[in-house]
């Protein structure tokens, strides 16, 4: 398997840690998913799309545990994301990893899952 071809991003209240390990591609979030986060994370999202094509990897984790808001627009990226990779008939397997103590994370995700239970799960950590 080759080696990931986007990077991690950091800004002021956002970060996006991308590592790879087999056949998973795991993202972690960290930070506040606010307006200013919104841009970062969509155009973050499209470069991964791109990725999971490059690499087949099977999997997809979002690690979501360390990430303490989550508005509209960033939800966006990730319905973005999954309708990228559900148009191109890839069965890659999306996991949003969460906070348990943090209930929020759940129930927003929670659209996601319903969205595309075939695709997506949620596991609380």
Do not use: H
């Amino acid at each position: 398997m080759s080696s990931l071809r986007v990077e991690s991003v950091v800004t002021d209240s956002f970060g996006i840690e991308p590592t790879l390990r087999e056949d998973t591609l795991s993202v972690k979030l960290t930070g506040t998913g606010d307006m200013a986060a919104a841009a970062p994370l969509g155009s973050y999202c499209r470069a991964l799309q791109a990725e999971v094509v490059r690499l087949s990897v099977s999997a997809v984790e979002f690690d979501v545990r360390s990430l303490y808001f989550l508005n509209s627009s960033c939800l966006k990226a990730f319905i973005s994301f999954i309708c990228g990779l559900a148009a191109q008939g890839l069965k890659c397997k999306i996991q949003f990893v969460t906070d348990a103590r943090l209930g929020w994370q759940r129930r927003s995700l929670t659209a996601l899952e319903r969205m595309s239970p075939e695709l997506v799960s949620i596991a609380d950590a």
